[in-house]
Structure formats: structure tokens, C-alpha cells
Nanobody
Framework: QVQLVESGGGLVQAGGSLRLSCAAS????????VGWFRQAPGKEREFVAA????????DYADSVKGRFTISRDNAKNTVYLQMNNLKPEDTAVYYC????????????????WGQGTQVTVSS
């Protein structure tokens, strides 16, 4: 099992930027896909972005393409989500997750999850 801890959430105005980090420990982090999901109040959790073990393959939800960038540093066991041009509809709890295929398929959910970090975008 991989333990995942998110950080970097906060309050930002629309049009602003945040960078989320996901620090991992446990079994071999560098061999697994890691990604981000989010859940807004009253809505189901949804896929945001994913990156494969080498960083050579990424996948994004249509709603964040061109604004969010996922990256990873396997030497630091950390995955990042750079979020630019944030919108109020990006407000949600963001979760880091590991061990699922890229491109993401809803029929193959992640095995491991973090506790989440709140992102709030004000208008």
C-alpha cells in the first residue's frame, strides 16, 4: 500500500494559481500511476489528472485541460498539480490517488487515496 499526503490547498481568487503536492511513502512509488481527483459539495468525486510512472504519459479531464499541469519527481516521491487560471467551479476537496491506468477509466479506480486538501476559489 502507498501512503499519500496532500498539501498546498487554500483560498485563491479567480484567475489565480495554486500548486498541490502529494508526498508518497510505502511500496515503490516510482512504479505506479498517480493522479488527482476532486469532490465539490453535493457532487460525486471526479477525475482531474493522472501521470504514469515515468512521467511520459498524462491524462486530463476536459474541464482542466490547458489550465492544470501534473508532474512528478520520483526522487522525492512527490507528484504535483499546478493549477492556473482557477475558476470558482474548481472549488473542491482535491485527493491524491495511486495505482490505476492512464488514460483513466472509471471501471478501474485507484487503489490508494490520500485524505484530501481543500481548494477554494472566490469570484
Amino acid at each position: 500500500q502507498v501512503q499519500l499526503v496532500e498539501s498546498g490547498g487554500g483560498l485563491v481568487q479567480a484567475g489565480g494559481s495554486l500548486r498541490l503536492s502529494c508526498a508518497a511513502s510505502g511500496r515503490t512509488f516510482s512504479s505506479h500511476t498517480v493522479g488527482w481527483f476532486r469532490q465539490a459539495p453535493g457532487k460525486e468525486r471526479e477525475f482531474v489528472a493522472a501521470i504514469n510512472w515515468s512521467g511520459g504519459n498524462t491524462d486530463y479531464a476536459d474541464s482542466v485541460k490547458g489550465r492544470f499541469t501534473i508532474s512528478r519527481d520520483n526522487a522525492k516521491n512527490t507528484v504535483y498539480l499546478q493549477m492556473n487560471n482557477l475558476k470558482p467551479e474548481d472549488t473542491a476537496v482535491y485527493y491524491c490517488a495511486a495505482d490505476f491506468p492512464v488514460p483513466y477509466r472509471s471501471t478501474w479506480p485507484p487503489t490508494d487515496w490520500g485524505q484530501g486538501t481543500q481548494v477554494t476559489v472566490s469570484s
